[in-house]
């Protein structure tokens, strides 16, 4: 089994920076990709960012130029950089990994971290 564990989310002014992060742990296989996902109460879930197993970097036009993912495979964890915020940016924010098993891939989530951006 799979766990990601979110945290960094909070509180910041518009303009302002958050880092966010998800530890992930137990039997991860062949890890696919890694991905920051947001969704707002009553919406869809969008893809914030998504970065492969071999680094290649994916962003949604909203937040390109402002969020860097990236990840340290050492410590097995993801990090979602978020500068110039906006309060189109408060959402709650989920970690996703896709895992590669037997031809076949499987989707973990994380439990999801609060971001609220005051104007």
């Known amino acids: 089994q799979v766990q990601l564990v979110e945290s960094g989310g909070g509180l910041v002014q518009s303009g302002g920076s958050l880092r966010l992060s998800c530890a992930a742990s137990g039997n991860m296989f062949r890890i696919n990709s890694m991905g920051w996902y947001r969704q707002a109460l009553g919406k869809q879930r969008e893809l914030v960012a998504r970065?492969?197993?071999?680094?290649?970097?994916n962003y949604a036009d909203s937040v390109k130029g402002r969020f860097t993912i990236s990840r340290d495979n050492a410590k097995n964890t993801l990090y979602l950089q978020m500068n110039s915020l906006k309060s189109e940016d408060t959402d709650v924010y989920y970690c996703d990994l896709k895992v590669g098993l037997l031809g076949k891939e499987y989707d973990y989530w994380g439990q999801g971290t609060q971001v609220t951006v005051s104007s």
């Open positions: 970065i492969t197993s071999g680094g290649s970097t």
